[in-house]
């Protein structure tokens, strides 16, 4: 099939490249600067294997790149609308993005394809709003809902290795032009209509979010009454109505999805008088986490101003550089309401533009005079730092481990030999117990 993709964002970028990857033409369409990067294989994205990928798709001439909507739509079997959709005013979806993608299909005759494939993620009702909206402009064409599953850190093999393919569409022949646009992917494929496949999206995610402020809930409780929710969690996970997976207490989840995505449901279940307490409980426990675990901190120093917080990890999970939506940015803001310094150190998030932290360039650094350190993201680097030496360069050795990255042998030497305070999440500190657990 011959593909025009508007937008080169995560789910945008990593579309075309395994599109292309599974034999296709892709025109991939963005700004004029971020086309400029693109065609010299400058990525903004860090993300694993995208680059050797999109190199490849290139050189193979199945992947191009282009400004013009309307140009790179002439030909096309199919276009793909892969734009931001953020969270407005009112807590609305923004769908300026995809209005403009619209606008320039209708300003130029004969370039609007028969398939327009919607893979951001967008508000329940509104494909069957653009469908009629092209059609009143005397445009026939299909708009599908297509939503996308992929997460940050794993895009490609998330990509190419679904779950499940989800086709909200209303005629044989759009789900006929899907069927051969996934050719080559084996996943089970789910067809519906456009509205219930927007909300699986929407539900998707939402269920995620929900699992993860459940484990965080229940890691509070363990903290009250001297359980582990590491073993509480394992246990929960084995049943396989439960399931395992995103059950892994913290700091919360961050990124540019699940807050997002709560808060358009939230919108649309207000719209229709509902208010959906799961959800709201869901985001609530999730905001609270940061500040939770900064009071942790302050109770041990007792007065928090000028104290130098160490911080490792920006970005809002391991393998990526993305840090929209970032926990670190909720603790950054809290540091500064509080005259905490802080630095920090990422494996990839370097030389950013963030006010107001001081960026080292290793961990080491980030722990020297530290009168804390905090472990932000879960970089597998961070496990396996000398952390004798790391609790050694800090002032005041306490370590408040954010996503439980360190091992119980670890743990133990840094607690009972270096005489290190270490705060974990959703299991008890004392020393004591943590003796106990490691020697059974
Ligand atoms: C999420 C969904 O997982 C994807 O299925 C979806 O396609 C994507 O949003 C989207 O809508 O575009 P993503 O935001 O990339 O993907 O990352 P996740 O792996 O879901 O992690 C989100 C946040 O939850 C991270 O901050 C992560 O650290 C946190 N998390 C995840 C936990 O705190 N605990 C867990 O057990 C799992």
Not at 171 to 178: E, I, M, R, V, Y
Not at 218 to 223: M, N, S, T
Request: glycine content about 8%.
């Amino acid at each position: 099939m011959r593909l025009t993709i508007i937008g080169t964002g995560y789910v945008g970028l990593v579309a075309a490249v395994c599109l292309a990857k599974l034999g296709h033409i892709v025109t991939a369409v963005d700004r004029e600067h971020v086309i400029q990067d693109l065609r010299v294989h400058k990525l903004t994205i860090w993300e694993p294997d995208l680059q050797e990928m999109l190199e490849t798709c290139r050189r193979d001439g199945r992947l191009s790149f282009d400004i013009d909507i309307a140009h790179a739509s002439r030909d096309a079997d199919a276009l793909m609308i892969a734009v931001g959709t953020p969270i407005g005013v009112n807590g609305q979806t923004d769908l300026s993005q995809i209005d403009d993608v619209i606008a320039q299909l209708k300003q130029v005759d004969g370039v609007c394809p028969p398939l327009i494939i919607m893979k951001s993620t967008v508000p329940v009702g509104t494909c069957d709003e653009l469908e009629a909206n092209l059609l009143a402009a005397g445009l026939q064409t299909e708009v599908v809902f297509n939503p996308e599953f992929l997460r940050q850190g794993s895009a490609i093999n998330d990509f190419m290795n679904p779950d499940r393919i989800v086709f909200g569409c209303r005629s044989h022949l759009a789900k006929a032009a899907l069927h051969q646009l996934y050719k080559g992917i084996n996943a089970p494929i789910q067809v519906c209509d456009r509205r219930s496949a927007e909300l699986i999206k929407y539900a998707s995610n939402a269920f995620l979010a929900m699992k993860i402020s459940f484990a965080n809930m229940i890691a509070d409780v363990c903290e009250g009454y001297d359980a582990d929710n590491r073993q509480v969690m394992q246990g929960v996970g084995a049943d396989r109505r439960i399931g395992p997976h995103f059950l892994r207490d913290g700091i919360g989840y961050g990124g540019s999805c699940f807050s997002k995505d709560l808060q358009s449901l939230l919108t649309s279940g207000k719209a229709i008088g509902r208010s959906l307490p799961l959800l709201e409980a869901t985001a609530q426990i999730n905001e609270e986490r940061i500040p939770q675990l900064l009071e942790k901190l302050i109770s041990l120093w007792g007065n928090p101003r000028g104290k130098r917080l160490g911080v490792l990890g920006i970005s809002f999970k391991p393998n990526t550089n993305d840090v929209r939506d970032a926990p670190f940015l909720t603790l950054l803001r809290l540091c500064h309401l509080y005259g905490i310094e802080v630095q920090t150190f990422d494996p990839v998030v370097q030389h950013t533009s963030i006010d107001g932290v001081i960026q080292m360039d290793t961990a080491y650094e980030v722990a020297t005079d530290a009168d804390a350190i905090i472990i932000m993201t879960e970089w597998p680097q961070f496990a396996e730092l000398d952390w004798v030496l790391m609790a050694r360069l800090m002032h005041q050795p306490i370590l408040l481990d954010g996503r439980n990255v360190l091992s119980d042998e670890v743990i133990s030497r840094l607690m009972l030999v270096e005489n290190v305070i270490y705060i974990p999440v959703g299991r008890p500190m004392e020393r004591a117990k943590l003796t106990l657990s490691v020697n059974l």
